[in-house]
């Protein structure tokens, strides 16, 4: 199947270092694209959140199993792990949820034991993975930004695990104002698409967003990486919604091209 987006100007609304490729993937098919970030990853910096991170570090050796959430904290992860453990030890499996986390862990780490989900990519289809069902008494290290679902860690718990978060990086909105949008996509004769990625951005753009733009936006399609994310899109007013399997560039524009059939 040849995937064409002629017709499309998407909004995406990533951080910018995740929208780069996806941008130029999009435009490679047609696409007209507009980034506009709604979401800016930045590395903890408060002395006694750093305090935290070197002592999950330093006992990183007494973990059975490490759990990386996404891309950002696989890069800030490995980054604090390298200062202490030039050599990661022994016995010490690591999962990645989503296909993007399992390609970052793969392509900057020499650990050979390494898990993923094969479809979904969420906190419940990893949690159906066969090494994750016979927990009881073993010591879990999950690495995530600040803040963030609890659910992974309760169910873990729940199956007797010792689970400790190791929170790196922190989700804050943009700081800057933005310039209104709709003038922008009215002046183009392409279909509007917003994108969004992640609950966290979408519930940034609709406190940001002026309140015109808003309410235009809120009228046109708005592709989302799963279920769960398009239950928040629902909640907030969006009617057009369209539903990747996965929030992978290829199942994101798979889900666009489908819904233009």
């Not at 507009?34 to 990183?60: C, D, Y």
Request: contains cysteine; proline residues 4%; negative net charge.
């Amino acid at each position: 199947m040849s995937v064409r987006l002629d017709n499309y100007h998407l909004l995406v609304t990533r951080p910018e270092d995740q929208a780069v490729p996806w941008v130029k993937q999009l435009k490679a098919l047609g696409a007209s694209v507009s980034l506009q970030p709604m979401m800016v990853i930045k590395p903890v910096t408060e002395v006694s959140a750093k305090q935290r991170i070197t002592n999950h570090i330093l006992a990183f050796d007494t973990y059975q199993k490490a759990i990386f959430i996404s891309q950002n904290a696989v890069k800030y992860g490995l980054q604090w792990l390298d200062q202490y453990w030039p050599q990661l030890p022994m016995g010490v499996a690591f999962f990645a949820i989503g296909k993007a986390t399992l390609a970052a862990l793969e392509n900057n780490t020499m650990q050979l034991d390494i898990h993923s989900a094969s479809e979904a990519m969420n906190s419940e289809a990893l949690l159906s993975h066969k090494h994750l069902q016979h927990i009881n008494g073993e010591n879990i290290i999950i690495f995530r930004g600040q803040g963030g679902r609890r659910y992974l860690a309760e169910q873990l718990r729940e199956r007797g695990a010792n689970v400790d978060y190791c929170e790196l990086y922190q989700r804050v909105a943009p700081s800057h104002s933005l310039q209104p949008l709709e003038p922008t996509f009215k002046s183009s004769d392409k279909q509007t698409v917003l994108v969004v990625h992640s609950g966290e951005t979408l519930e940034n753009l609709c406190n940001i967003i002026e309140q015109n733009d808003l309410l235009w936006l809120l009228k046109q399609p708005i592709l989302l990486p799963g279920e769960r994310v398009a239950e928040l899109a629902a909640n907030a007013g969006f009617s057009q919604r369209i539903v990747a399997h996965n929030a992978t560039h290829n199942s994101m524009i798979e889900a666009l091209y489908d819904w233009q059939q």
